[in-house]
């Protein structure tokens, strides 16, 4: 299904345009794709390339420019419900293509055949040149023309997953949210002996290592379901609560002493 | 991460410092079957090649190393190959695969790669691609009509533009890349960089470099953790000591780990 724009003014919708060319323009005149008869909107005021499932904004010199969500913009890379404004005209941009994270779409690694290298353009002047000789015989869809899918798969993720012992918090979520996977709470690592006793270590990455290089050293990961600790090198295993780990991670309980080193230490949650 | 179908396929030849991993696409099984004659010619070819030569042997013809020459007509082999089974058996009709391939010889690598598989080299602390995607993203980035970070964003993953055995021909790209003692490559399936930052990646190899089976264990953790559904697979190399020819590389550690 192809993205959209959503054309309306004070509130009321006027026209939906989906944008199924590479190349649409915005402007007064009656040739554009998405005319706006309004004095405040110039003659050819703005294009949106769409290569794909992407779609870009870009502003063509106009008068009066654009904002994207109240922000002026002269190039934007557009994403699902941002709001163009020209003048008093609102273009609200839908694109509910189902994102890379969901299963099928990650089973799916496509092949680009020759015609699609063309779609590299110069920087200077990318709008015009993304729009390369493939638009005349299906100008409905020239981009999606030229992809070749050779990614089907019939075994349903499901059954993958049910193998892993995934959490599933962080299954639906695309790749830029990881950090915020994290949802559990905030821990630290707290010395108990030695010259920093009583240095508090918060763990605010994904990993930590502990203890001496060459001699022994552990490593703390922070997963979506919990802390880990690891054995990373060193003759001898690091201790929790006086019994030393095994090769294995082992997850970390609240006051749990983990003993490395020669020093003691306390993991515990943040309250 | 287990599936009943993986298309990535691995190998490591300590014997003549070469490893391989590649990717493969296709429906059914046909995925696996690219990627697994990708790196099993891959990895013949060149094993076979040199018993009774050395990879910085020259070829007077064509003036250029055997090393270099070998990665090259390998890929291309695996190319046919591939090509060649799609076109006989309708099931594996369209099958294709990306692949990486690394030759270490000399105090050099030799960087072979079709496709959106990856190598990365950890020096120091500083994580760089060593390869460049063939993918459309990468056109896009490098056409500057969307940048690093927008890219994330970006609907149109996982479209490479070069493949192993989708056409009759295939142009692999090959770069030789000096080594110094300490480096580490990672060679990984998109899985991988599609899941964690290479900010992600980077901490963990600093931080695990010495036990290169965990750090293997922790990038796959991670993938998984963050929502992972492809298959992943990667290929961590560390370089013990200096390999000049003719035989001083025995130093070097190879590890794999694939999931």
Redesign the interface.
């Known amino acids: 299904m192809a993205a959209k724009l959503i054309l309306s003014m004070d509130g009321a919708v006027i026209k939906e345009y989906p944008l199924n060319k590479e190349r649409m323009t915005i402007g007064r005149k009656a040739h554009n794709d998405i005319a706006i008869d309004n004095l405040a909107v110039s003659g050819e005021h703005a294009a949106i390339v769409t290569i794909l499932h992407d779609s870009f904004l870009e502003d063509l010199d106009s008068t009066n420019g654009l904002e994207v969500n109240g922000v002026p913009t002269k190039k934007h890379f557009l994403q699902n419900n941002d709001v163009i404004e020209i003048g008093k005209y609102k273009l609200k941009y839908i694109n509910d293509q189902v994102t890379q994270t969901t299963a099928a779409d990650f089973e799916k690694t496509m092949v680009m055949r020759a015609p699609v290298k063309q779609v590299a353009p110069s920087a200077n002047k990318p709008a015009a040149a993304v729009a390369p000789a493939q638009g005349q015989a299906s100008s409905n869809k020239p981009a999606q023309a030229s992809v070749e899918s050779t990614g089907k798969f019939d075994a349903p993720s499901v059954s993958a997953v049910s193998q892993s012992a995934k959490p599933t918090v962080s299954q639906s979520k695309p790749a830029g949210d990881m950090q915020q996977d994290t949802m559990q709470k905030a821990a630290v690592v707290q010395v108990l002996t030695g010259p920093n006793a009583g240095k508090e270590l918060e763990l605010v990455k994904n990993l930590t290592t502990l203890g001496k290089p060459g001699l022994q050293v552990a490593v703390l990961t922070r997963r979506p379901h919990g802390y880990f600790i690891t054995h990373v090198e060193g003759e001898r295993f690091p201790l929790v609560n006086g019994e030393a780990l095994t090769s294995q991670a082992h997850q970390l309980n609240d006051h749990d002493v983990i003993e490395l080193a020669g020093v003691k230490m306390e993991f515990y949650f943040k309250k | 991460?287990?599936?009943?179908?993986n298309e990535d396929s691995v190998a490591c030849e300590p014997a003549c410092g070469l490893v391989v991993l590649a990717?493969g696409?296709?429906?059914?099984n046909?995925?696996e079957v690219a990627s697994g004659i990708a790196v099993s010619v891959v990895v013949a070819e060149i094993s076979e090649h040199l018993q009774n030569a050395l990879p910085v042997d020259r070829d007077a013809e064509r003036g250029e190393e055997l090393g270099v020459l070998l990665l090259d007509d390998s890929i291309r082999k695996a190319n046919a190959s591939i090509f060649h089974a799609a076109q006989s058996q309708p099931q594996y009709a369209?099958?294709?695969t990306?692949i990486v391939s690394g030759l270490f010889y000399d105090d050099r690598v030799a960087v072979g790669h079709v496709g959106?598989s990856r190598m990365y080299r950890l020096r120091g602390d500083i994580l760089e691609v060593v390869t460049r995607d063939h993918s459309?993203l990468q056109?896009?980035i490098?056409?500057?009509?969307?940048?690093v970070a927008?890219a994330?964003?970006?609907?149109?993953?996982?479209?490479?533009?070069?493949?192993v055995g989708?056409d009759s021909e295939v142009v692999p790209e090959i770069h030789v890349h000096d080594v110094l003692v300490g480096d580490i490559y990672l060679l990984c399936s998109?899985g991988l960089n599609?899941?964690?930052?290479d900010e992600?990646i980077q901490?963990?190899l600093s931080?695990?470099q010495?036990?290169l089976p965990?750090a293997a264990g922790?990038l796959i953790?991670?993938a998984?953790?963050?929502?992972g559904?492809?298959n992943v697979s990667v290929i961590l190399v560390r370089v013990n000591g200096k390999f000049s020819e003719p035989r001083g590389w025995l130093a070097k550690l190879f590890n794999w780990f694939q999931e």
């Open positions: 991460m287990v599936r009943s179908h990717d696409m296709g429906g059914y046909a995925g369209g099958m294709g990306t959106d459309l056109e896009q490098d056409g500057g009509m969307i940048s927008d994330r964003l970006s609907k149109n993953k996982n479209l490479v533009t070069r493949a989708v998109d599609d899941m964690v930052e992600d901490a963990t931080a695990l010495r036990n965990l922790q953790q991670m998984n953790d963050n929502g559904r492809d």
